[in-house]
């Protein structure tokens, strides 16, 4: 079974693109935190992993998402081979059709993510919420997303 669950944070602003069929896509890359520190630095190393989100969700991924948001997405592993000066090359990515907000959303406004919509960061393929009218206030929910919050540099993957 090729499933993939991932969380981490956008190292730039997602990319929209259409297919000839005007079918929406958007790529980015997700930096990924380890579940370990390095051993040499105490620190955690990140991989940096090439996604690419289809649907209505990629219209909201490049509408709400920009460089620092923290998501979560479930998906597959693609591989892919194509001709470059008459060798094969391989390659591969994540592909998913939906993903969630994660973290608060005041760090995820803070990235450019001005959601005023009812469904709590939790979009599917359709662009609909996968759970329902929830917050009940948006604007309570939202308070003081537009005020600046300070993330030390160590903090974030990249």
Do not use: C
Request: hydrophobic content about 30%.
């Amino acid at each position: 079974m090729n499933n993939i669950t991932l969380v981490g944070r956008l190292t730039k602003d997602p990319v929209l693109t259409y297919t000839q069929n005007n079918k929406p896509f958007a790529k980015f890359v997700l930096a990924v935190n380890r579940q370990f520190k390095n051993q040499q630095t105490g620190k955690y190393d990140a991989d940096f992993l090439p996604v690419t989100i289809w649907g209505n969700s990629a219209e909201t991924a490049e509408k709400y998402l920009k460089k620092g948001s923290q998501i979560s997405l479930a998906g597959r592993v693609e591989t892919f081979s194509y001709q470059k000066n008459g060798q094969t090359e391989y390659g591969w990515g994540v592909v998913s059709d939906h993903f969630n907000f994660v973290g608060s959303s005041s760090q995820n406004s803070s990235a450019g993510n001005t959601s005023q919509s009812n469904n709590n960061g939790n979009f599917n393929q359709s662009g609909q919420s996968n759970q329902g009218n929830f917050p009940p206030n948006d604007e309570q929910f939202f308070s003081g997303g537009d005020a600046p919050i300070d993330i030390p540099d160590d903090d974030l993957p990249f």
